[in-house]
């Protein structure tokens, strides 16, 4: 700390002065940390030439991307669309007696990001899509360039537009899923609809769910016989492989960041509307530099392991909040061979832990109720 | 200002005394004062009069403050402590930059984070001119460099409406 203090001076010329030249690099440094926006602090480079040394030594950074383009917008580029068939064709053969659900699938998973208008950065830098892009945008610029000066990132978050799947109006579908180089696990949460407590005509509710899903039957924790028969259980089939699919092309994106980025100790990639978390930690990043992933054979996507499942489903699920979940499904997804890491244990935490409230609470009610196992190939 | 009478711990509570660069002094109980890390290893090593030299009156008060109401912290109060938290940072920049310095000396990690916060929620979103006129930097570059830097960061200045209101 210098000793000359600025009371001083200022007293005698009242002109204001540099506010951080006072402050000693690492308090600046730990305000750049604090600001996180990648855009930010790549204007704050020119600011001046003291702001430009520091920048890259940021250790904290977050990239919100304007624009992303999807495997399925194929409407314009020719490679794109074999692609996004084939991978729809391995699902369905996978489950061969549920073909119905996969024409929906195919509205669940097209996601059509495709006019970006001042887009300054997308998530996928191959250059098939670089062409297919550049009809539509002015300029773009992949994270993988827009983190080029960073050398010192520890912890990144990706922040996408939107999620990937489309879901009916007042559903919800969220996921969380943790990968190495491979998937380790994942967590989902879906409510064929959710009614928020400020609705306060109760008796309807519970009315109109009964109808719908749990058709009167005394509630048991049990799941009722008609969820096998209407649609039920189709529909939180395709939510579970959807969240997979979305999950693991998350994943299979972040490889030439994760390769640039030697120290990064935390990788978060959101969507601004909640719907996806991917997570990879320190542990997790280090797998993966050291054991490449193995690609889907279908598509641009992390193969996903064979899987256990575990589901737990309530008709009727009210928070404490007033809030009420129709429909409420959890699913909690492991790879069937995981060696070497814990076996379930702490159940609770990782299940429970994987949402936000209100929603921890309703996975944490939901994990209380009777368990049905599934399994699932790899695809 | 809110004195001791929160602390409800049992027995005789051990008195420190704070001296300002202007000479000064506050006495406070030692379980407020050791959130500051550089006190708390004075403490350790004996000491009961803690002079420093690098912080004046005005602010040593804003610090005191600050220790009180985070030692009061709880399970219960977090909302309170948030408010008094977001009033905390509302001070003009030059006793918001003097703070920062005090406890960038003082270690005072909650209160580095929390003015580090502050101060990076001005700047964010903000254009490049906005940033220098709100923290008066003066702008050492020549024309080229400042052009060269763009040009290098090309995608942090293109597409979007950046903020060029200076408050």
């Known amino acids: 700390m210098g000793s000359s203090k600025s009371d001083l001076r200022s007293a005698i010329y009242p002109e204001p002065v540099d506010h951080f030249d006072n402050l000693p690099d690492p308090v600046l440094l730990l305000v750049f940390n604090k600001i996180g926006d990648v855009k930010t602090l790549g204007k704050c480079c020119a600011v001046c030439a003291r702001f430009h040394s520091l920048v890259p030594q940021v250790d904290n950074v977050v990239v919100r991307v304007d624009c992303v383009i999807s495997e399925d917008d194929n409407d314009h580029s020719s490679s794109g669309s074999g692609s996004g068939h084939k991978s729809l064709h391995s699902i369905s053969s996978l489950f061969r007696l549920l073909i119905k659900p996969f024409l929906s699938l195919t509205q669940l998973i097209s996601i059509s990001r495709n006019r970006c208008n001042n887009a300054s950065s997308i998530l996928d830098d191959d250059d098939n899509d670089f062409d297919h892009l550049e009809k539509n945008c002015v300029t773009h610029h992949s994270p993988t360039q827009v983190l080029k000066n960073f050398d010192e990132i520890k912890l990144l978050k990706i922040e996408l537009p939107s999620g990937e799947l489309g879901i009916d109006e007042g559903g919800l579908l969220k996921w969380r899923a943790d990968f190495g180089s491979t998937l380790d696990n994942c967590v989902i949460l879906g409510a064929s609809s959710v009614i928020q407590s400020n609705n306060n005509s109760t008796n309807l509710v519970y009315e109109q769910c009964g109808g719908n899903d749990g058709n009167g039957e005394t509630d048991d924790g049990s799941i009722p016989e008609s969820f096998y028969t209407n649609g039920g259980l189709k529909l939180r089939v395709v939510w579970t492989i959807s969240s997979l699919i979305a999950a693991s092309a998350r994943h299979y994106l972040l490889q030439p960041i994760i390769s640039e980025h030697r120290k990064l100790e935390s990788l978060v990639l959101t969507d601004v509307d909640g719907q996806g978390v991917l997570c990879m930690n320190k542990e997790q990043l280090e797998e993966l530099r050291v054991k490449p992933l193995s690609a889907s054979s279908a598509s641009k996507r992390t193969m996903v392991p064979a899987l256990n499942m575990r589901l737990w489903y309530a008709p009727h699920l009210e928070l404490p909040d007033g809030t009420v979940l129709k429909g409420a499904t959890l699913v909690a997804i492991r790879p069937s061979e995981q060696p070497k890491k814990e076996v379930v244990g702490g159940d609770g935490n990782w299940v429970a832990g994987a949402f936000e409230e209100p929603y921890g609470r309703a996975a944490r009610m939901l994990v209380k109720r009777r368990t049905y196992c599934l399994e699932m190939n790899s695809f | ?167």
Request: glycine residues 4%.
């Open chain 2, 1 to 167: 200002m809110a004195s001791s009478s929160s602390s409800s711990k049992t027995g005789l509570k051990k008195m420190l005394t704070l001296k300002s660069s202007d000479g000064d002094e506050f006495e406070l109980e030692e379980s407020i004062v050791i959130q500051c890390q550089t006190i708390k290893h004075m403490v350790e090593d004996g000491f009961s009069l803690i002079p420093l030299q690098n912080v004046d009156t005005k602010t040593l008060t804003k610090i005191i403050e600050y220790m009180k109401k985070h030692a009061e912290k709880t399970e219960s109060n977090k909302e309170e402590i948030k408010n008094f938290n977001k009033e905390f940072v509302k001070g003009s920049f030059d006793d918001q930059f003097e703070l920062v310095s005090a406890a960038n000396y003082l270690h005072i990690n909650g209160l580095m984070d929390l003015l580090c916060q502050s101060i990076a929620d001005r700047i964010n979103n903000k254009s490049v001119r906005a940033v220098r006129e709100i923290f008066n930097i003066s702008n050492d570059y020549t024309p080229d460099e400042e052009e060269k830097v763009r040009d290098e960061h090309k995608w942090a200045h293109e597409g979007g409406e950046f903020d060029e209101s200076l408050d």
